[in-house]
């Protein structure tokens, strides 16, 4: 049984794998932020050690409900210092490798929620 319609008119994820995302029918191999009212820029970090606060703070102005952060090819967690513009806007923030942070914000994107996406993109 069906219980939320599919959206269709919505950025989504469609194929990733290590050190890439296709998005909108785009493949990037870099990091990417983008979120289901349409927007999405490159990231400019590659690497989890080179994120700031700067990075969370192009996010906020979107004003999303929840952001989610894919920290690469693993899970790592980031200081909270770092998420204080996400923090002090009143915008959740979840935590997961990319991979899961792409599928993740898929199914929230595809149930009209007003999501975005923090992408880090590693090669393997």
Request: hydrophobic share 45%.
């Amino acid at each position: 049984m069906k219980l939320q319609p599919d959206r269709f008119d919505t950025l989504a994820v469609h194929a990733h794998g290590p050190g890439w995302v296709m998005i909108g029918g785009q493949r990037y191999e870099e990091s990417v932020i983008f979120c289901s009212e349409g927007y999405l820029k490159p990231w400019g970090c590659a690497q989890h050690a080179a994120l700031t606060a700067a990075h969370f703070e192009a996010l906020a102005q979107w004003r999303p409900e929840l952001v989610i952060f894919g920290s690469g090819l693993k899970l790592r967690f980031v200081s909270p210092a770092l998420l204080r513009p996400l923090i002090e806007a009143g915008i959740g923030v979840e935590t997961m490798d990319t991979m899961a942070a792409a599928r993740t914000y898929n199914i929230l994107a595809g149930e009209g929620r007003r999501v975005a996406a923090a992408l880090l993109i590693e090669t393997p």
